[in-house]
């Protein structure tokens, strides 16, 4: 009988989302729906457990912590890359990591709610409709402005593209991409200080490493029309989340909106709250029950695999380059 600890289970939901009574007899399952920041907690609660499942990147699975879990032998992360895992210290432990696979339309969809929910200050005209007002802003419209976006990946191609039926102009950049890749997603390849300049919306789509770590600080803030909104729902890590602030603060942009931060979940005092020119939405760019049977269906069937001796999907070690 192995242990299953599954962690970061917000809503309570991971026992539904899959048939896991096809592990009965052979596993005994724990889900932990609170988050568990402090590393002495998190070892206390999963010191005896055999199998991680993780949500995403919530709690940084590292060399500290491996090193604590003795009998660990398997993690299982949402999606098919997880930056916060030390593969490394896995590897050295001869503790397998396996991915799942993921559908790439929820987070699209997500930011483009965001995209509108700021330039047509959607939120703010809600709370003051229940207060009694009526139209207290003035909102922009999307057709024959240019949508910026960083990272053209299968999501970002799909920005690509509900940004041209919006009228948009689709403009990218990132490391790997080619005027070729670009033309094929209906967007123009320009170097990355144009887009900050030329776009009225930047949005980004890149995976979290070494060199995309704080991509966009006050420099590249600096550069975007005073007009211009930046959208996150990739990672936190990707923007310099001070300079951010301090844009926000002074309007050197005209607003942001933000599904991913650096910190998870976010303070409930945390100064990105107070800021009046934000749409902050709580990491659910991929929050959807067919993403989650995805994810956790596609859990099962690995462990059972595992336990089977059968082949299972080993994750990458790095991201794959856009």
């Known amino acids: 009988m192995i242990r299953i600890a599954i962690l970061d289970d917000y809503q309570n939901i991971a026992l539904r989302m899959a048939d896991w009574s096809v592990l009965s007899g052979r596993a005994e399952i724990v889900t932990f729906n609170e988050h568990i920041a402090d590393i002495d907690a998190q070892i206390a609660r999963w010191a005896d457990a055999d199998v991680l499942c993780l949500m995403r990147e919530r709690t940084p699975i590292t060399a500290a912590m491996i090193e604590r879990l003795p009998r660990l032998k398997l993690i299982l992360t949402a999606g098919p890359y997880n930056a916060s895992i030390d593969m490394d210290a896995a590897t050295k432990r001869g503790v397998i990591v396996c991915g799942t696979n993921y559908a790439p339309h929820a987070a699209p969809e997500l930011t483009w709610g965001l995209i509108l929910a700021a330039t047509r200050h959607i939120p703010r005209e809600e709370a003051a409709m229940r207060r009694g007002g009526w139209q207290t802003s003035v909102g922009q419209i999307l057709h024959g402005r240019t949508l910026g976006i960083l990272g053209l990946g299968r999501i970002g191609a799909r920005m690509a593209e509900i940004g041209t039926a ?11 991409l080619t005027a070729e890749r670009a033309a094929a997603c209906g967007a123009q390849l320009v170097e990355r200080d144009e887009l900050f300049r030329q776009s009225d919306v930047v949005t980004i789509h890149l995976q979290l490493s070494a060199r995309t770590r704080g991509l966009i600080g006050a420099p590249e803030l600096g550069m975007m029309k005073s007009s211009a909104y930046l959208v996150n729902t990739s990672r936190g890590y990707l923007i310099d989340q001070s300079a951010l602030i301090d844009a926000l603060k002074r309007r050197v942009i005209a607003g942001a909106a933000l599904d991913v931060y650096d910190i998870e979940p976010l303070p409930p005092d945390h100064p990105l709250r107070q800021l009046d020119n934000i749409v902050l939405t709580p990491h659910i760019g991929f929050v959807t ?4 049977r995805i994810f956790y269906g596609d859990m099962v069937e690995d462990i059972r695999a595992w336990l089977d001796g059968k082949p299972i999907r080993v994750i990458n070690h790095e991201p794959q380059p856009r």
């Open 289 to 292: 029950e067919e993403v989650y």
């Open 166 to 176: 919006f009228g948009m102009k689709p403009i990218a950049w990132s490391h790997n």
